[in-house]
């Protein structure tokens, strides 16, 4: 199970933490991604991070707004959102792929397991 967290209202310019924690399964088997859907859009990605942490990346259109991190410790990935605009409203998903190696991906098709996602509403 993911649970993801964090999202709210927030005005632009504002930062914002989102966590995804995960139950029931090896965390570090899995490397984690964040995707966003903004409503009538597509399910974008936001970004990927290694089963070790070790490499992530993030989606080049957020010119290095967003980060993204992991505690293998506490089961949880974390995206960081900084300098905030209205266009980053949607909502945002956390999600786990087998980690066959220690890489990324931003290939949505990729990702098998998914949460419930969390809300994000950036006012201008």
């Known amino acids: 199970q993911l649970q993801a967290s964090g999202g709210g209202l927030v005005q632009a310019g504002d930062s914002l933490s989102l966590s995804c924690v995960v139950s029931?399964?090896?965390?570090?088997?899995?490397?984690m991604g964040w995707f966003h859907q903004a409503p009538g859009k597509e399910r974008e990605f936001v970004g990927t991070i290694s089963w070790s942490g070790t490499r992530w990346y993030s989606a080049s259109s957020l010119k290095g707004r967003f980060t993204i991190s992991r505690d293998n410790a506490k089961n949880t990935v974390y995206l960081q959102m900084n300098s905030l605009k209205p266009e980053d409203t949607a909502v945002y998903y956390c999600?786990?792929?087998?980690?066959?190696?220690?890489?990324?991906?931003?290939?949505?098709?990729?990702?098998?397991?998914w949460g419930q996602g969390t809300e994000v509403t950036v006012s201008s």
């Open positions: 999600a786990g792929r087998p980690a066959g190696y220690d890489g990324t991906s931003t290939y949505i098709p990729d990702y098998i397991y």
């Open positions: 029931g399964r090896t965390f570090s088997d899995y490397g």
